[in-house]
């Protein structure tokens, strides 16, 4: 990755090679809560890139100055500062989306997404470059978030962005705009993405390996060498 | 194989060997099934075996497509999906839409079942997750439930379950009479199944007489079912401050003795140990109770096995047996080093 960069590479890699949480599996908490309908995840998608882009551009700008001992509550400065900023412009100007998101709006101040880019690539390259990372991740979340919005406003609701699809008739699946119903659209999509990634001998997005087990201790495969097998693949 | 053979293979218990096989012990626990199906359909009409029919089916082909699309070989000769499909069926109530049932046993196999590998890698009841999906997404449909022999007469007439009947009993003041004002079924009704509620789980009798079969044929361990059962029973004992009416009541209600006897005992997802499934039945006992008493729903049987379905790798970690002559490690070890 070191060796040739281009702007198209890094603004495509968070769309789909990379994708925040289909792939690295970040964010996941606002993701499973506002997900309910295409509005509310088209909001926190947006609002989410916006202190994406902003942030990667300040902390890559300032990445020679911050000592590195103090970075993550220097960027969490930085970052806290963009989001306020967007919360009270969303609340001045959106206040239905603000209603919508509740307290998942200032909470993307503790949102992995923008604190793993700052760390993973903001903090190592230069302010161009950064900015068009935190497009790319921004449009990545987005679209992830829209994705499982709209499977789960059209089975749970029975409507898209507010539309009614479903004739009267058919009740619509309440579980799915309840928490278990996000669990149930995030695993499949993960599933989903993993034989995709598969397919194309991509790693799978995973927890590997027996310490994840709780039979662990008890298990007789612990050590073995097709568990070992398994935890290379 | 010939590579395992060849060396020595340390697996966890059971080791037993026996001529038993998936399809024997699944075709055990359909005919345990049947007395209740039979009661069913004597309760509550034709209708009730029209839904375990469409459930039985639509498990069986949702089970040959998965396995098929997963490109897994075909699993559906061992009969554990007719298994899920009748226990589906059985935690609805009679007037369920067809269309539903056919949801629910798409949740069930598929994404309780499939998803985590088939049979023997569930992490918890297909059957169940199954009707707590159409539970959390059709509420007014599952809590419709129709009285019994109202198929006789022209007009569908609905009734409630005695666990929603008694919701007000819990906190009255005087037991006894807050039951009899109650208007519950006589005991005798609840034992025969002359009740509201859902169609497997109506008849105790047609259930012990499954239970008792499932025993004798050494199918399942008595175990579980009764040290839930006594679990119940005694926290209800404690509730109603020494109604023995009122412990009689709750132990014939809602799913207790269908999830006791063909649920909780559930090989895939239920403790290996003696001592783990007493800590598995307490734990489902208790929290039925606790759902029971205190919860917003009047019935906690499926929720408490789900929990506890999920709490089975934990304790059977803790109960696992030490091998004879094994010295405690790892934490003396670890102690000497320091």
Redesign the interface.
């Known amino acids: 990755m070191a060796e040739k960069k281009s702007l198209a590479k890094e603004f495509s890699k968070g769309l789909i090679k990379e994708n925040p949480v289909l792939r690295l599996v970040l964010g996941t908490c606002p993701t499973l809560a506002v997900s309910t309908s295409v509005e509310s995840a088209i909001g926190m998608g947006l609002a989410a890139t916006v202190v994406l882009v902003c942030s990667n551009i300040v902390i890559s700008a300032m990445r020679k100055v911050i000592p590195s001992k103090v970075r993550i509550p220097a960027y969490i400065v930085i970052i806290a500062g963009f989001v306020t900023l967007v919360q009270m412009l969303v609340k001045a100007f959106l206040p239905q989306i603000d209603e919508m998101l509740g307290v998942y709006l200032p909470l993307i101040v503790v949102n992995c997404i923008i604190l793993g880019r700052a760390e993973a690539f903001a903090s190592k390259n230069t302010v161009l470059y950064s900015a068009v990372d935190g497009v790319g991740m921004g449009v990545g979340f987005t679209a992830a978030l829209l994705l499982m919005g709209g499977i789960r406003e059209l089975l749970g609701a029975g409507s898209i962005a507010g539309f009614t699809v479903f004739p009267e008739a058919i009740?619509?699946?309440?579980?799915?705009v309840?928490a278990?119903g996000g669990f149930?659209v995030f695993?499949?999509l993960i599933?989903l993405a993993n034989k995709v990634a598969e397919r194309n001998g991509k790693p799978k997005a995973e927890l590997k390996g027996c310490s994840a087990?709780?039979?662990a201790?008890?298990?007789?495969l612990v050590g073995s060498k097709e568990a070992c097998k398994e935890e290379t693949k | 194989m010939s590579e395992i053979t060849k060396k020595l293979v340390v697996s966890a218990s059971p080791h037993f060997r026996a001529k038993d096989t998936t399809t024997k012990i699944m075709l055990d626990v359909i005919i345990a099934m049947i007395p209740a199906l039979v009661a069913a359909v004597i309760l509550f009409g034709v209708r009730s075996l029209v839904l375990t029919v469409v459930s039985v089916i639509s498990c069986v082909v949702f089970e040959y497509l998965s396995r098929k699309v997963m490109k897994r070989h075909n699993t559906i000769g061992d009969l554990s999906a007719v298994v899920t499909g009748m226990l589906l069926a059985f935690n609805l109530p009679s007037t369920m839409p067809v269309w539903m049932v056919i949801i629910g046993a798409f949740v069930a196999i598929v994404i309780a079942k499939q998803f985590f590998g088939g049979i023997g890698n569930n992490f918890v009841n297909p059957a169940l997750i199954g009707r707590i999906v159409l539970m959390a997404s059709y509420p007014t449909q599952i809590g419709n439930f129709e009285a019994p022999f109202a198929y006789k007469t022209v007009d569908a007439v609905t009734t409630a379950t005695p666990l929603a009947q008694m919701t007000g009993v819990y906190s009255a003041e005087n037991l006894g009479t807050a039951i009899d004002n109650a208007n519950l079924p006589s005991l005798l009704d609840m034992f025969f199944g002359v009740k509201g509620g859902c169609l497997g789980e109506v008849c105790i009798l047609a259930l012990l007489i499954g239970f008792v079969y499932l025993v004798i044929r050494k199918v399942i361990s008595p175990v579980i079912p009764l040290v839930y059962m006594g679990t119940v029973a005694v926290a209800m004992l404690i509730a109603g401050k020494g109604n023995f009416e009122f412990v009689a009541y709750q132990l014939m209600a809602g799913g207790l003795v269908l999830g006791a006897v063909f649920m909780a005992t559930d090989y895939t997802t239920s403790p290996v140990s003696f001592k783990g499934k007493i800590i598995y039945a307490i734990g489902c006992g208790l929290l039925t109770s606790l759902i029971r008493i205190f919860g917003s729903l009047p019935e906690g049987v499926s929720f408490s096995i789900i929990i506890m379905n999920i709490l089975v790798p934990h304790i059977e970690h803790l109960t696992t047996a030490r091998p004879f002559g094994e010295v405690k490690e790892k934490k003396n070890k670890k102690e000497e080093v320091k």
């Open positions: 009740p619509p699946m309440t579980i799915f309840l278990p149930f695993g499949i599933a087990c709780p039979m201790s008890t298990c007789s």
